[in-house]
Structure formats: structure tokens, C-alpha cells
């Protein structure tokens, strides 16, 4: 009994194994072909900072609100 157990179990541990090294190579090859470049100037324009008081209050750089005078904060 043991001898068909491992007659049937050597053969299927190869062959998961196997399927799994195919699944990481295809995963790695798309994620590398299919990845942006990121532009770095495009990622600082679009920060935007707030006033935690003023929501309403927008602005592309950071600074002091107009209407408080508080320090803007990153928009989340």
C-alpha cells in the first residue's frame, strides 16, 4: 500500500512543482513588460495641498492659507 501511495505522490509533487515555476515566470515577464516608466514631474504636479481647516483651499505648492494662515497639507 505505501508503494502505491509513493508511486502516485512522487510523480504529482514534480509536476506542481513544475506548473508553479511557469506561473512565476509568466507573472515576472508581464509585470517587467507591462510597467509604466514613471515621470517624476508628473507625479510632483500632481500633489495637491490643502488646509486642514479649509477644505475648500487648493493649491498646486505648498504654503499658508489665505484665509487662516495655516500651513497646507498633502491632500490624501
Do not use: R, W
Not at 4 to 12: E, V
Not at 50 to 61: A, G, L, R
Amino acid at each position: 500500500m505505501k508503494k502505491i501511495i509513493l508511486f502516485l505522490a512522487i510523480p504529482a509533487i514534480f509536476l506542481a512543482c513544475k506548473g508553479n515555476e511557469n506561473k512565476s515566470d509568466a507573472t515576472a515577464t508581464d509585470s517587467t513588460s507591462t510597467a509604466a516608466p514613471v515621470d517624476t514631474a508628473k507625479a510632483t504636479s500632481a500633489i495637491q495641498y490643502t488646509c486642514p481647516m479649509h477644505p475648500d483651499v487648493i493649491s498646486d505648492k505648498p504654503g499658508t492659507c489665505p484665509q487662516c494662515g495655516m500651513e497646507l497639507q498633502v491632500k490624501s
